[in-house]
């Protein structure tokens, strides 16, 4: 096992008693974040057979909500599950398990990601747009946007952010055939123009990374969401379910990074 992920269990150890206080209450809600669902390696990249193992936790031992569910407010609170971007294990490997466990999904899917949308040539993992709407039809996957060019916001001027938003939010409806009314930022990173616009624009953004939303003081434009990692293995899996790892967020403030990197 690499030495940055002993450091990385060691960061999340440390970190845990804490989560004994500050923990999910009644009716808060944890917002999973998922990447891919390959197995290749990478912090981001969950190994398939864990991948289902998480699956099978939530499905028998807590309250799975789709996103809409979660903004509305649900009262017992639970967790949502969400997968960024948008590459072709969404549909080969993360949509299977999903229908076999009956586990509901939003996908914020980038949509310059998807075959025929990107400006240079296909990449051989991307998604098609036959292969969202087959995950759609299954009535388990919610699809929302992640701009279309995955571009930093916290760095676009307004304009760009409202080019991003809109594109992809256009090209999902039109395509899909369904509303898209959630929004989530790359990078987990945004700015005051790019806010007003994701108000203007939808339901819902996702922003914050490794918080808990606390029941009643949410503001459904500033979702936080808790990163999935590889090295969270099924035990600490368990505790990010309880909103027991946010404190997580505090190792890669200090790295100046999150588990993924920004250009």
């Known amino acids: 096992m690499p030495v940055s992920s002993f450091a990385r269990k ?3 150890a440390a970190v845990l008693p804490g989560g004994l206080v500050t ?4 009716g808060d809600v944890v917002v999973l974040l998922y990447h891919r669902v390959v197995g290749a390696g990478g912090e981001i990249d969950m190994p398939p057979g864990l991948f289902e193992r998480q699956l099978e936790v939530m499905a028998a ?4 909500l789709t996103l809409d569910q979660a903004v509305a407010g649900d009262p017992e609170g639970g967790v949502v599950v969400s997968v960024d971007d948008g590459y072709r294990d969404f549909h080969d490997t993360v ?3 999903l229908v076999r466990h009956r586990v509901p999904a939003v996908l914020y899917l980038a949509t310059g990601l998807v075959a025929g949308e990107g400006d240079g040539p296909d990449d051989p993992d991307a998604l098609t747009w036959s292969q969202l709407a087959e995950a759609v039809a299954t009535g388990l996957v ?3 946007s992640h701009t279309h060019g995955h571009v930093d ?3 676009a ?4 952010c409202r080019d991003e938003m809109t594109r992809s939010r256009d090209l999902i409806e039109d395509r899909l055939g369904v509303a898209c009314r959630h929004f989530a930022y790359p990078w987990a990173v945004g700015s005051p123009a790019a806010d007003r616009l994701a108000r203007e624009l939808f339901d819902s953004a996702a922003l914050d990374a490794w918080r ?3 029941a009643g003081s949410t503001d459904p434009w500033r979702l936080g969401r808790t990163p999935l990692l590889a090295s969270d293995g099924l035990a600490f899996f368990k505790a990010k379910l309880q909103g027991r790892l946010d404190g997580e967020a505090l190792a890669y403030r200090l790295l100046g990074r999150g588990p993924w990197r920004r250009p």
């Open 10 to 12: 060691a960061v999340k």
């Open 23 to 26: 923990g999910r209450r009644p």
């Open 61 to 64: 031992q807590d309250r799975v």
């Open 95 to 97: 949509l299977p398990l």
């Open 142 to 144: 919610t699809v929302g």
């Open 153 to 155: 916001l916290a760095r």
């Open 157 to 160: 001027p307004e304009q760009v």
């Open 212 to 214: 808990t939303n606390r």
